[in-house]
């Protein structure tokens, strides 16, 4: 079974930046597809950005992109979400979620994952 488990998440105030870093345990991290989302207490999961086996890189939409760099290490078996000028609507719980099949088109739901992590806090504040 897949173990995902996040870090990395704190406050920070406005414009300040975090790395989160998401470790798989029991499974060789480059046979996944790796993915972040986020959620707001009450809403549903977010996505914000999948990286595939290859390396590429995708992100939800205009809100992330350039602020916001999905990376990976299959050496270290982790991925990670490098996030910059941070602002107040970025706060939320961060989910690293994993999948042994790459979906271009629907990577953006979260019932398609197979694999969560616990969620890591993220704080920003004005």
């Known amino acids: 079974q897949v173990q995902l488990v996040e870090s990395g998440g704190d406050s920070v105030q406005t414009g300040g930046s975090l790395r989160l870093s998401c470790v798989v345990f029991?499974?060789?991290?480059?046979?996944?597809?790796m993915a972040w989302f986020r959620q707001s207490p009450g809403q549903g999961r977010e996505a914000v950005a999948t990286?595939?086996?290859?390396?590429?890189?995708?992100y939800s939409d205009d809100s992330v992109r350039g602020r916001f760099t999905i990376s990976r290490d299959d050496a270290k078996n982790a991925a990670y979400l490098q996030m910059t000028d941070l602002k107040p609507k970025d706060t939320n719980t961060y989910y690293c979620?994993?999948?042994?099949?790459?979906?271009?088109?629907?990577?953006?739901?979260?019932?398609?994952?197979?694999?969560w992590g616990q969620g890591t806090q993220v704080t920003v504040s004005s």
């Open positions: 979620a994993a999948d042994e099949v790459c979906a271009t088109s629907t990577w953006y739901l979260d019932e398609y994952w197979d694999f």
């Open positions: 990286i595939d086996h290859r390396g590429t890189m995708t």
């Open positions: 029991k499974y060789a991290a480059s046979r996944l597809c």
